[in-house]
C-alpha cells in the first residue's frame, strides 16, 4: 500500500561509505546522462571526516554542485565495540537497577566459566527512584519527582554526559518515563535524553535497558562526528541537509539522527545488502546470498523476493543485544587483512586479529609484518602487486613469500606457496561457516540463491565458496568495492515501529491492533515529511512478533495490512510456524507478542548501466586481454588470462580460469567457471563443479 509524493531527489547524487580500511564515493551526476565518478581513499580513522572529504577531492567534482549527500558511517559500530562511549547515568525504578547487568541466562563462553562481561553503564551510574506501573499500565506506585531532581542532580555531579531514564514496564504506560524527562530537561544542560519507551516499546526490559544505554552512550560521538563533517562540506561549499545510513537500511537526515543513534549501528553492512537487493532486482536475481568481504571482517545476509531479511534482535557483543530493526547481517572475523597465525597446538588460525588500515597487510608496503589474507592472495598469483591500492612503500612478492615459509611454513613443514594455500583454504572455510548460518541454519537450501559477491575481497574467494556450498551462480555487480556507497545512493527513507501487546491471540482485541498500527502509519509518515528529500511514494509494511503460548521465542509474521483478525493472525503463525520447523501444533494457541511497522519513503529508481563507462568497453574478449599469468588454484599452477574488467564487451563470454582486475576489485573465475556479462556490467558466473 503507498501514498504518492512529488520527487526532490536532486540531480547530483553522492553516496559515501566509511570502511574499516577504506572510504568510497560514489557520484552520479543526473545532469551528465547519470555519468558516474568513483573514488576510494584510506579511512582516516582518528576522523572519519577527513576521510570524507578527501574521497570527495579526489572524484575532482565541485562539491558545491552536489545536490545531496548520503553518508554510511561507522562511529557509532566502532564505539559501541571498542567501548570508546560517552560517560552516562541511568535513572531506574527502584529495585531493578541490576537488570541491564544480569541480563539473561546466559554467558561469555558457553562451556565452562569463563570470560568477562562490563554492563554499558556502571552500576554507581545506576540510580534508583521510587515509581511503579503495573504490566498492565495500573499505576502501582507514584512517581517520586523530589528523587528524580536528586538522581539526575548526582548524575551530573558525576560527571555524566548522557542520561537514560529506564522504568520497568514503561512500554504499557510511559507516563512516569515521560514525566521524569520533563524533570531531567530542566536540570540536564543538554539534549542527551533518552527514554527507554520512546526508543523501543517492547515488553523485555533487559534488551530495551541496553538499547536506550547504548543510544545515550553513543549520542555525543555521533553528534560531534556529524557536526565535524557538516563544517567540512560547508567549508567546501556544500551547504545543504546531508542523509545517514541506518542499520535498517534506510536513511535519515542528518538533523534528526542523534536523537536515534543507537539505529546507526551496523549501517556500513546494512548499505551493501540494500546494494545487493537493487542490483539483484534489476539483473532477475531476487534471491541472493550477500557476501560482504572487506579488509577487516566479512559479512552476509540473506535476501528473498529482493527484500533483505531484518532482524530486531541483534546482538552486537555478549549481553549488548540492540533491540531496532536492523538488516540481518552475520559477521565473522575474516577479511582480507586478517592475520595468519600458527597456535601453539601447530595449528593454523585466521583472525580475528587484522592488520586494519594501518599497518594494513604486508603487501600495502606500510610497515606490516604479520601475513594476512590479502598476502596470500599476492603469493598465489591472484593479485597483481602492481594494481594495489594505496601503497606507501611497494614489496615484492618474493619477500611477502618468504614471511609465509617463516611464520607459517617453517612451523608446519610447509612451503611459502603452500601456507600461503593453506591460509586461503581455512579463510574459505571459516567464511562458509558464515554463510551456512544465514542460509542453512535457518532452513534455506543455498542452490535456491545466487552469490552477490562484493567489497573489495568478496570476489577473490566467491567462486570457492559457492562450489563449496553449492550455490549455483555468483554475481559480482559492476563496482564490488564501493557497492556499500551505491546502497547509500540507492537507499530509501525508512522508519520502524514496535509495540508490545502480548497477549493471547483469542483474546486480543481486533480494534487495538488496527490503533497501534495506524498510529505507526501515521508517525511514520509525518516523520517523512520532515526529510529534506522527498520520497516518490510511500510503503507501509506490517508484521507481527509471534508465539505459541509457553514458548520464549518467537517468530515475525508478515501481515497483509491493518485489519488482522484473530482468525488471521492465529493462521498465519501456524503457517509460518510449519514452513520454519515442519511441525504442526493445532492444539496450542498463539501469543501476539510484538506488532511492528516499516513506513518506507520509496526514492526514484537509480539506472546502474553506467557505473563502468560504455565507452571504455572494447569490441572483442581478446582487445580486454592485459597478460596471463600463473595462478595456484587447489594445489596447482594455471597460466590464467587476466582481462581488464571495464573494457569487457556486453556480449563476452569468458571461461575458467580466468582475472578479471579493475580499480576496486579483482574477480577470480576458477578452472570449470564460465562467465557472461549482463546490460548493467554484471558479471554472472556459472560455478563448475
Not at 608496503?365 to 591500492?389: C, F, M, Q, S
Amino acid at each position: 500500500m503507498a501514498e504518492n509524493f512529488p520527487a526532490n531527489a536532486g540531480n547530483v547524487v553522492a553516496g559515501i561509505d566509511v570502511g574499516g580500511t577504506f572510504t568510497d564515493l560514489l557520484l552520479i551526476d543526473g545532469r551528465d546522462g547519470g555519468k558516474v565518478h568513483i573514488a576510494k581513499t584510506p579511512t582516516t580513522v582518528d576522523n572519519q571526516a577527513f576521510g570524507v572529504v578527501a574521497a570527495l577531492a579526489e572524484t575532482g567534482f565541485p562539491v558545491e554542485k552536489i545536490d545531496l549527500i548520503v553518508h554510511g558511517t561507522t562511529t557509532t559500530t566502532n564505539a559501541v565495540l571498542e567501548r570508546r562511549l560517552a560517560k552516562t547515568g541511568m535513572i531506574t525504578t527502584r529495585g531493578f537497577r541490576d537488570v541491564i547487568e544480569l541480563g539473561r541466562r546466559t554467558r561469555p563462553q558457553a562451556y565452562g566459566m569463563t570470560g568477562t562481561f562490563v554492563p554499558v553503564i556502571p552500576r554507581n551510574l545506576r540510580l534508583e527512584v521510587s515509581e511503579r506501573v503495573e504490566a498492565s499500565g495500573t499505576v502501582r506506585v507514584q512517581l517520586d519527582e523530589g528523587e528524580v531532581r536528586a538522581a539526575v542532580s548526582a548524575l551530573l555531579e558525576a560527571g555524566c554526559e548522557s542520561l537514560v531514564i529506564h522504568f520497568l514496564h514503561s512500554y504499557a504506560n510511559p507516563a512516569h518515563e515521560r514525566r521524569a524527562a520533563e524533570i531531567a530537561a530542566e536540570l540536564w544542560p543538554n539534549s542527551y535524553i533518552t527514554t527507554g519507551h520512546s526508543l523501543l516499546s517492547e515488553a523485555r526490559e533487559f534488551e530495551r535497558g541496553v538499547t536506550a544505554a547504548v543510544n545515550a552512550s553513543v549520542q555525543p560521538i555521533l553528534e560531534r562526528y556529524v557536526e565535524r563533517l557538516r563544517r567540512e562540506l560547508e567549508a567546501r561549499g556544500y551547504a545543504r541537509d546531508f542523509l545517514i545510513m541506518n542499520g535498517n537500511g534506510g536513511m535519515i537526515s542528518a538533523r534528526f539522527v542523534t536523537q536515534e543513534s543507537a539505529k546507526t549501528v551496523m549501517s556500513g553492512p546494512a548499505s551493501g545488502v540494500i546494494a545487493a537487493a537493487h542490483t539483484g532486482r534489476r539483473a532477475g536475481y531476487e534471491n541472493l546470498v550477500t557476501y560482504d568481504m572487506g579488509g577487516t571482517s566479512t559479512d552476509v545476509a540473506l535476501i528473498r523476493n529482493a527484500e533483505p531479511a531484518v532482524s530486531n534482535e541483534t546482538e552486537i557483543e555478549y549481553a549488548m543485544p540492540i533491540h531496532v530493526p536492523m538488516v540481518a547481517v552475520h559477521t565473522v572475523g575474516a577479511g582480507g587483512g586478517s592475520i595468519a597465525r600458527v597456535d601453539a597446538s601447530g595449528l593454523i588460525q585466521i583472525g580475528p586479529e587484522s592488520a586494519g588500515a594501518n599497518p594494513g597487510p604486508i603487501c600495502y608496503g606500510r610497515g606490516g609484518t604479520e601475513p594476512t589474507i590479502t598476502d596470500a592472495n599476492l603469493v598465489l598469483g591472484r593479485l597483481d602487486p602492481k594494481k594495489l591500492l594505496a601503497v606507501d612503500n611497494p614489496v615484492t612478492v618474493d619477500h611477502v613469500r618468504a614471511i609465509f615459509e617463516e611464520k607459517i611454513g617453517a612451523p608446519t613443514g610447509l612451503s611459502g606457496v603452500k601456507a600461503a594455500g593453506a591460509v586461503l583454504r581455512l579463510g574459505n572455510i571459516k567464511m562458509a561457516g558464515a554463510i551456512r548460518m544465514v542460509s542453512v541454519s535457518r532452513g534455506h537450501d543455498p542452490r535456491d540463491f545466487a552469490l552477490f559477491a562484493f567489497g573489495g575481497a568478496g570476489p577473490l574467494h566467491a567462486t570457492a565458496l559457492a562450489r563449496e556450498l553449492g550455490l549455483p551462480k555468483v554475481l559480482v555487480p559492476a563496482r564490488p568495492g564501493i557497492t556499500n556507497a551505491l546502497g547509500c545512493v540507492v537507499a530509501d527513507l525508512r522508519h520502524d515501529f514496535v509495540n508490545t501487546v502480548n497477549q493471547p491471540v483469542a483474546t486480543v482485541e481486533e480494534a487495538r491492533v488496527r490503533d497501534i498500527l495506524e498510529r505507526h502509519r501515521a508517525e511514520g509518515a509525518a516523520l517523512i515529511a520532515k526529510e529534506a528529500v522527498q520520497p516518490e511514494t510511500i510503503r507501509y509494511s506490517h508484521s507481527a512478533d509471534m508465539q505459541f503460548v509457553g514458548q520464549t521465542h518467537i517468530l515475525n509474521v508478515p501481515l497483509p495490512s491493518v485489519d488482522a483478525s484473530r482468525d488471521l493472525l492465529q493462521r498465519l503463525f501456524e503457517e509460518a510456524y510449519f514452513a520454519r520447523f515442519k511441525v504442526e501444533l493445532p492444539e496450542i494457541r498463539a501469543n501476539l507478542v510484538n506488532l511492528n511497522t516499516s513506513v518506507i519513503g520509496v526514492r526514484p529508481a537509480v539506472d546502474l548501466s553506467r557505473l563502468i563507462d560504455p565507452n571504455g568497453r572494447a569490441g572483442t574478449l581478446e582487445a580486454a586481454l592485459r597478460e596471463i599469468r600463473p595462478v595456484w588454484y587447489d594445489g596447482t599452477w594455471h597460466d590464467t588470462p587476466v582481462y581488464a574488467r571495464e573494457k569487457l564487451p556486453l556480449d563476452a563470454v569468458i571461461q575458467g580460469p580466468a582475472i578479471l582486475e579493475q580499480m576496486d576489485a579483482t574477480t577470480v573465475l576458477e578452472p570449470g567457471d564460465w562467465a557472461t556479462t549482463d546490460a548493467d556490467g554484471n558479471i554472472v558466473i556459472e560455478v563448475g563443479r
